[in-house]
Nanobody
């Protein structure tokens, strides 16, 4: 089992920045992909960004590209999401997820990840 704990959410004005962190513990040896997803009220959970440790591959949802940066420390089993130029439409609960060595675009699908954090609220005011 892998346990994930997110931190760093909060309330920020449009144009501001936040940095989310995700700390993994437990049996992290089989954890090769870490992703960030978000879910706004009344909407489905959507892919935000992912990093694959095996080859360093990084992917973003188009709406956050050039504003968000995913990074991580494999040795520490931690992942981060630096969010800049935040917009009100970025308001959501953000979840960290961990999975195996996901090929192709499987990292974009929430069902590919067996482990999830509890989520952290990000609210962007206009």
């Amino acid at each position: 089992q892998v346990q994930l704990v997110e931190s760093g959410g909060g309330l920020v004005q449009a144009g501001g920045s936040l940095r989310l962190s995700c700390a993994a513990s437990g049996r992290t040896s089989g954890m090769y992909t870490m992703g960030w997803f978000r879910q706004a009220p009344g909407k489905e959970r959507e892919f935000v960004a992912a990093i694959r440790w095996s080859d360093g591959n990084i992917d973003y949802q188009d709406s956050v590209k050039d504003r968000f940066t995913i990074s991580g420390d494999y040795a520490k089993s931690e992942a981060y999401l630096q969010m800049n130029s935040l917009k009100p439409e970025d308001t959501a609960v953000y979840y960290c997820a961990a999975g195996g060595d996901l090929s192709g675009n499987y990292h974009r699908f929430w069902s590919s990840y067996p482990y999830w954090g509890q989520g952290t609220q990000v609210t962007v005011s206009s």
